[in-house]
T-cell receptor, first 112, second 113 residues
Framework: GAGVSQSPSNKVTEKGKDVELRCDPI?????LYWYRQRLGQGLEFLIY????????KSGLPSDRFSAERTGESVSTLTIQRTQQEDSAVYLC??????????FGPGTRLTVT | DAKTTQPPSMDCAEGRAANLPCNHS???????VYWYRQIHSQGPQYIIH???NNETNEMASLIITEDRKSSTLILPHATLRDTAVYYC??????????????FGTGTQLKVEL
């Protein structure tokens, strides 16, 4: 079946604008994760959704970042008033409850 | 989650076995060892995981020492397409709270002709 998909693949935005990044998980996967990867660095956890439970938002770096997920389907990561330090690749992953995570190709965000 | 230590880089000749070590001396009894890799400009890819027994799948073998303080990922016949950063991660299967992965800096494996 299809893997995790993300859109857009690339996004260039001006400082101060809001952006929305989309993730379509693998069908049937109850868990969904967002990570951020700055150039040359490892992955940073941002947020985790598991079914209808309250999301784990412990990795969100500021209140400019938020994410939503509708049931066990699509998720949207929103960054308000973007800053240059938000430039990174944003990766989404999905999994069954305790299984390995499957990652999407990422969205490369560039804030100018 | 337990901290892991990996060499920053390794080279391997194409067709030879690549053996990637990982130290996790503070691993707890309920923590699994996971390996992922990230090919340049792609998202991470799951390779294999294990608790205490050695594991093998179509991609690789995982050898975990008896005391579980270290492990080795083996790519039996490395190809140029195996050039990537390899991440060793240890984590428990947590009920409720989340299973986020904590990625360190990994090992950059370069497979050469």
């Amino acid at each position: 079946g299809a893997g995790v998909s993300q859109s857009p693949s690339n996004k260039v935005t001006e400082k101060g604008k809001d952006v929305e990044l989309r993730c379509d998980p693998i069908s049937g996967h109850t868990a969904l994760y967002w990570y951020r990867q700055r150039l040359g660095q490892g992955l940073e956890f941002l947020i985790y959704f598991q079914g209808n439970s309250a999301p784990d938002k412990s990795g969100l770096p500021s209140d400019r970042f938020s994410a939503e997920r509708t049931g066990e389907s699509v998720s949207t990561l929103t960054i308000q008033r973007t800053q240059q330090e938000d430039s990174a690749v944003y990766l989404c992953a999905s999994s069954s409850r305790y299984s390995e995570q499957y990652f999407g190709p990422g969205t490369r965000l560039t804030v100018t | 989650d337990a901290k892991t230590t990996q060499p920053p880089s390794m080279d391997c000749a194409e067709g030879r076995a690549a053996n990637l070590p990982c130290n996790h001396s503070t691993i707890s009894g309920n923590e699994y060892v996971y390996w992922y890799r990230q090919i340049h400009s792609q998202g991470p890819q799951y390779i294999i995981h294990g608790l205490k027994n050695n594991e093998t799948n179509e991609m690789a073998s995982l050898i975990i020492t008896e005391d579980r303080k270290s492990s080795t990922l083996i790519l039996p016949h490395a190809t140029l397409r195996d050039t990537a950063v390899y991440y060793c991660i240890v984590r428990a299967h947590i009920t409720g709270g989340g299973n986020k992965l904590t990625f360190g800096t990994g090992t950059q494996l370069k497979v050469e002709l």
